[in-house]
């Protein structure tokens, strides 16, 4: 428990269940004094969302489709009136048609491509476009990316390409904003099980194989990345942005992980 946020006001886009990242990073947020709102895409989300909102002082529960412009405008102003100003927003949203999560990138579609660049990529851009207006004492913007953004995993596929995309626009951001004391950052997550996680093909080989070859020899857990997530929205990350953070055991440093037996 610390007072790093204390006084914060913070945009959680993203809860769908208690195994979201985006639950690991309002937890965190929490702890550290912040006072969240929440966003959740479709009405079936809304009773798993409001009961976990409120286990962190929140009644702010707002829907919004990042594919629709008008709806992330409807979210933004509905945060003005309640709080006029914004100090932070966690993006945790990612969509792909799970049919072309796995098999080969190349056989992707072109309306699946652009879906997923629309709610993977674009949507960042535009919430953190609704939020500088809001971010009027200097602000801190989060996404989630993954290492499929840099090299080849299996089955990530037009993800991978997307992830690159939003580590890109990371950066861009990270320049227009910062003359407004506004930072963008993102966290590269190690693999965790999640909803969307469960989507890609032969996700428990993944987590298996991290866990074998990581330098830490362990999957990282929401927690984990709830507490990075602190770092990156809180003061202590002032000097940081157009960043992304990796945190996953240490998996993206391994090309080739010695042999453990002592005697080889
Ligand atoms: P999750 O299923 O809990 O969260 C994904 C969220 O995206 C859901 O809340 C869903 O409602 C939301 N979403 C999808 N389409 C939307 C739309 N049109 N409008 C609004 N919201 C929409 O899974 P998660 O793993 O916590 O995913 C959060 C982020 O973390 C994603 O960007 C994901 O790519 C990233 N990530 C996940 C892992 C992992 O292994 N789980 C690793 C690295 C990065």
Request: proline share 2%; with cysteine.
């Amino acid at each position: 428990q610390t007072d790093l946020l204390k006084g914060k006001r913070g945009l959680i886009m993203g809860l769908a269940n208690d195994k979201s990242i985006a639950w690991g990073i309002a937890r965190a947020c929490r702890e550290a004094g912040a006072d969240l709102a929440f966003s959740y895409q479709g009405d079936a989300l809304l009773k798993r969302v409001r009961p976990l909102a409120a286990e962190v002082g929140s009644d702010i529960v707002l829907p919004c489709d990042v594919s629709d412009m008008a709806s992330v405008d409807t979210l933004f102003a509905a945060i003005e009136e309640r709080w006029g100003r914004l100090d932070f927003i966690v993006h945790a949203i990612g969509f792909s048609d799970k049919d072309q999560l796995r098999g080969r990138y190349v056989d992707t579609t072109r309306d699946n491509f652009l879906n997923t660049m629309d709610i993977s990529v674009f949507s960042f851009t535009a919430v953190v476009n609704r939020a500088e207006r809001l971010m009027t004492e200097g602000g801190s913007c989060l996404t989630l990316t993954y290492y499929g953004a840099e090299r080849v995993m299996p089955h990530y596929n037009v993800m991978g390409v997307a992830k690159a995309a939003l580590e890109a626009s990371v950066r861009y951001m990270a320049e227009d904003l910062g003359k407004k004391g506004v930072r963008v950052n993102a966290i590269s997550a190690g693999p965790i099980k999640t909803l969307a996680a469960s989507g890609i093909g032969d996700f428990r080989y993944i987590l298996k194989w991290n866990e074998l070859n990581s330098p830490l020899r362990r999957n990282v857990t929401q927690e984990e990345v709830g507490k990075s997530a602190l770092y990156l929205l809180s003061d202590l990350g002032s000097g940081t942005t157009g960043e992304v953070l990796h945190v996953d055991a240490g998996y993206h440093v391994v090309g080739m992980k010695a042999v453990d037996a002592p005697d080889i």
